[in-house]
């Protein structure tokens, strides 16, 4: 939408983060070591399951991130909280990509199921936001459902996220 492509990459991903994408006081992604994706490989406002846009990006796992040796010494995995908020960046991107204007804010999560994990072992983490309504009045709003896939496998689920946009703090 808005002109903006369909695909980015790490370059593109921290130019969001510094708020150079969608211009000053809208959308942003988090700076590393938050930004939780190395790139987004498919984004629309009209797909997905329900045909109300969807987000896929991918992280690529290496053993030196900095989540591993932190989360629970000894016994290696990505947190679930991080996962998550892979997933809530991914869904605020969306709006911002869409050419909504204001601040993104993750506003809560119906459910979360983690059913597997992200050890330093595996290779690649993609991350699936499927739309399920979307807002665009004096309150922007994206309700979704997500998924986290790990080297093939399900790790994490989630239901009902929302995130909404709200103009910058002044």
Known sequence: MADFPTTFDKDALLRCARGE?????N???????MLMMDRITDISADGGAHG??????ELDIRPGLWFFPCHFPGNEVMPGCL??????????FNLGWRGWQGQGFALGVGE????????????LVTYF???TRVIDRKLKLGMADGRVIADGETVCEVKDMKVGLAAAAE
């Open 27 to 33: 959308a942003q992604l988090p700076e590393p070591p």
């Open 83 to 92: 996962m998550l908020d892979g997933l809530w960046q991914l869904t605020g």
């Open 52 to 57: 109300k846009g969807h987000v896929v990006a």
């Open 129 to 131: 936001v499927d739309f």
């Open 112 to 123: 979360v199921k983690n059913t597997g994990m992200v050890r330093p072992d595996r290779k």
């Open 21 to 25: 994408l969608f211009g000053p006081g």
